[in-house]
């Protein structure tokens, strides 16, 4: 087949393609697929992105984009299949789709992930809430030949549009994440968060908890994916992130952090955070609350917790002791190679892409 991908984001740069379905590229053309992704943000529009740089600027290069999808839509014809992953443009109405359906017809796969139906928008981007045009979703599910959802409450949503629609959870790369050997006690113990600074506010719903761990003489805090994070009276040692280097920052996370808001947006979020640690064998403690529920057994693979005294309790019992952070990280470990792995995903994202373009 060839395989032209329609994608937001640059390879290599958001989790949310990093991690489900550019890890698949490599065995598409393996299978002897030609594979083109066309993203809608070049690397340097990008980079200006989320930066509170002139909004003229932002303008300009988005009206570029817009004059290039259609030169790459038309493009389309020239494919067995399109993968579509949230939207052809970021703005206005599904003009794109609805002349790639109606009139270029050529198959569609459309990989949905977060509540994007839902108004939401950068604070570095306020007047994006008014151009996403949040709705546009509810059209482009039916035109789509295949629909693949990150959550099962997604999958709900996306079911009441169009009977087609896989559940496929956001994987991770067992090759390149190791398993993590855990310091014994006696030792600081870290715990960590990583993200991106558009959720690095969930962090700080558990200030409180933070500021009491704070006291103690062996632990200490990492941030990865916000290099200015901070909450008052604790330490925190936040960074950048980068692909080359996550790995090894990862590795240094004895527990991870987990905690998001009871709201109707985290329902669509696939919590790619407490696969990643568990992926290296980290226990994950999360909130008990949308995606993790559904593949976390509570004292099994990680722990839940909701109030900040289970917060604190469930943390100190995992700095105290390490057999315990083990465990669970083994058991963590094996249940994402068993379910939640590149490799045991790869065929179901492949058998997709040739229903969709072979019927």
Not at 139 to 163: C, M
């Amino acid at each position: 087949m060839r395989i032209l991908c329609l994608v937001p984001y640059p390879e290599g740069e958001a989790p949310g393609q990093r991690l489900k379905f550019e890890q698949q590229y490599a065995t598409w053309r393996a299978a002897g697929h030609t594979v083109d992704c066309r993203p809608f943000f070049t690397p340097d529009f990008y980079a200006i992105l989320y930066k509170p740089v002139s909004t003229l600027l932002k303008i300009r290069r988005t009206l570029g984009a817009l004059m290039r999808r259609w030169a790459e839509l038309w493009d389309a014809r020239n494919y067995d299949v399109v993968f579509i992953f949230l939207y052809v443009a970021p703005v206005g109405p599904p003009i794109y789709e609805w002349v790639l359906h109606h009139i270029i017809k050529t198959p569609v796969v459309y990989d949905l992930d977060d509540a994007n139906f839902l108004p939401n928008a950068s604070a570095a981007n306020p007047l994006a809430a008014w151009v996403k045009w949040p709705s546009k979703i509810k059209s482009i599910i039916p035109w789509a030949k295949e629909v693949i959802v990150v959550t099962h409450h997604l999958g709900d949503f996306a079911r009441s549009l169009n009977p087609n629609v896989t559940y496929i959870p956001p994987t991770i790369n067992t090759d390149a994440y190791v398993t993590k050997v855990h310091r014994p006690s006696g030792e600081k113990i870290v715990i960590g968060w990583s993200g991106s600074h558009s959720t690095s506010p969930y962090l700080k719903l558990l200030t409180p908890v933070l500021q009491r761990l704070a006291q103690r003489d062996d632990v200490r805090f990492k941030v990865i994916g916000d290099a200015h994070f901070s909450i008052p009276g604790v330490p925190v040692e936040a960074i950048a992130w980068k692909e080359e280097t996550e790995v090894a920052e990862l590795s240094e996370f004895d527990i991870g952090l987990y905690p998001v808001p009871h709201d109707p947006w985290v329902l669509g979020k696939g919590g790619l955070k407490a696969l990643q640690y568990m992926g290296m064998g980290i226990p994950a403690v999360c909130t008990p609350y949308g995606a993790c529920l559904g593949f976390i057994q509570d004292g099994v693979h990680g722990f839940f917790a909701d109030t900040e005294d289970e917060w604190y309790d469930i943390l100190v019992r995992l700095i105290e002791n390490p057999e315990l952070r083990q465990q669970i990280g083994t058991t963590a470990r094996k249940l994402v190679e068993e379910s939640f792995s590149v490799k045991a995903q790869g065929p179901v994202y492949l058998g997709i892409l040739e229903k969709a373009a072979h019927g």
